[in-house]
T-cell receptor
Framework: GENVEQHPSTLSVQEGDSAVIKCTYS??????FPWYKQELGKGPQLIIDIRSNVGEKKDQRIAVTLNKTAKHFSLHITETQPEDSAVYFCAASRGTSYDKVIFGPGTSLSVIP | DAGVIQSPRHEVTEMGQEVTLRCKPI?????LFWYRQTMMRGLELLIY????????DSGMPEDRFSAKMPNASFSTLKIQPSEPRDSAVYFC?????????FGPGTRLTVL
């Protein structure tokens, strides 16, 4: 079955700096890669996703890149702000509502003002 | 839409008691997922349903756990009997296509 690894497990950055979180997956049939943000006391919330026919996707300060050959994908947050502090999860799936989503172990991001 | 609704938000019970967690998915969604989150094991998928039918329950830890979805707007996760190691936050999520929408979770403490 699918296995998703995520690094680093914790990340501290100064406000305004960039943050990068990297993930790898094992199932070559996975073609949907969402990223979720979980704030304290809340459920995870989708912030951006990418499908395997796209190499990069950007939404304001957030960008994701995908290297399907190497089975790597990454989240990039630029100009970090204190409200970006949260736990971030990468995930992989075969891409329909019928398929389960496998989550990475999470990265706890702290943005220091 | 109110989003995914879970109840109760907090549950404290004693070892050996039956615990029932409830979930109301977003109207129109056809898939429902139950997850367990702990510091040690992260976010684990327990079971998921598609059109009210259980598709994969391989993540259910043991026979003490059971889940039902009697209709499109309601699901339960039951633990009987509960044990201290079941203490965790349990999330329900629903989806129509790829994006899963999570509820606020139920924090379960088994003493």
């Amino acid at each position: 079955g699918e296995n998703v690894e995520q690094h680093p497990s914790t990340l501290s950055v100064q406000e305004g700096d960039s943050a990068v979180i990297k993930c790898t997956y094992s199932d070559s049939a996975s073609n949907y890669f969402p990223w979720y943000k979980q704030e304290l006391g809340k459920g995870p919330q989708l912030i951006i996703d990418i499908r395997s026919n796209v190499g990069e996707k950007k939404d304001q300060r957030i960008a994701v890149t995908l290297n399907k050959t190497a089975k790597h994908f990454s989240l990039h947050i630029t100009e970090t702000q204190p409200e970006d502090s949260a736990v971030y999860f990468c995930a992989a799936s075969r891409g329909t509502s019928y398929d389960k989503v496998i989550f990475g172990p999470g990265t706890s991001l702290s943005v220091i003002p | 839409d109110a989003g995914v609704i879970q109840s109760p938000r907090h549950e404290v019970t004693e070892m050996g008691q039956e615990v029932t967690l409830r979930c109301k998915p977003i109207s129109g969604h056809n898939s429902l997922f139950w997850y367990r989150q702990t510091m040690m094991r992260g976010l684990e998928l327990l079971i998921y349903f598609n059109n009210n039918v259980p598709i994969d329950d391989s993540g259910m830890p043991e026979d003490r756990f059971s889940a039902k979805m009697p209709n499109a707007s309601f699901s339960t996760l039951k633990i009987q009997p509960s044990e201290p190691r079941d203490s965790a936050v349990y999330f329900c999520a629903s989806s129509l296509k790829s994006e899963q929408f999570f509820g606020p979770g139920t924090r379960l403490t088994v003493l």
